[in-house]
């Protein structure tokens, strides 16, 4: 599959990039897609969350009423759970929610996810570009210029580039990573990607090796 080079002002250069089909053209994998996105959202969860169980509360342990002659249920303690200000029951505690996936299994999901966009024609490359300084006026110009500006939109870079990606940080629907970086979700939650030039080598060599 080619597609056509554009600069910064979305004019094309007369020059195309050929998408790989061992990456860009694969019979998507739904299930390895979920799996992968489900790790991915799983490793944002910090997994701190601890409620205190009855024998945790801070409280008098006398018995509240008499067992017998109230014409209510009996009651032991202020820190049972049916009680305000008791104890929780079955409540969450911390837990580890990382989630071990091959490497395989994740190739093929980011694979997946880059053949969903191929296929959908929302894919653009772009020539490698550099910013002098952090201006989000100029990466807000740049998504115009590629009719994508009221879009999310993840950009794959080649190279890190400091100024770029402080230039897109303040914009909701813009994400920057470099070429290492992409991860399935972020692709599946783009509306539309864009390539710089020197990423498409570098992505096709991380996901075929």
Do not use: W
Not at 14 to 20: K, P, S, W
Not at 30 to 47: C, E, F, T
């Amino acid at each position: 599959m080619k597609v056509s080079v554009l600069d910064k002002s979305g004019v094309d250069t007369g020059r195309t990039v050929e998408l790989n089909k061992d990456v860009f053209g694969v019979e998507p994998n739904d299930h390895a897609i979920y799996l992968d996105v489900k790790q991915y959202l799983s490793h944002q969860r910090q997994g701190t969350h601890k409620s205190k169980e009855r024998a945790e509360i801070a409280g008098s342990t006398k018995k509240i009423k008499k067992q017998k002659g109230t014409g209510t249920a009996r009651a032991g303690s202020i820190k049972s759970p049916v009680f305000r200000g008791g104890g929780r029951v079955f409540g969450p505690k911390p837990r580890n929610y990382e989630l071990k996936l091959n490497k395989k299994l994740k190739s093929l999901a980011r694979k997946s996810a880059l053949s969903y966009k191929a296929t959908e024609k929302n894919i653009a490359i772009v020539e490698d570009f550099a910013f002098d300084a952090p201006k989000t006026k100029e990466y807000s110009a740049l998504l115009a210029n590629l009719s994508v500006a009221d879009k999310k939109t993840l950009l794959v870079l080649g190279d890190d580039n400091k100024n770029v990606f402080l230039s897109s940080r303040n914009l909701q629907k813009a994400n920057v990573v470099t070429a290492d970086q992409i991860n399935t979700y972020d692709l599946l939650n783009a509306d539309n990607l864009i390539l710089c030039e020197g990423s498409v080598d570098k992505i096709h060599n991380l996901l075929t090796k």
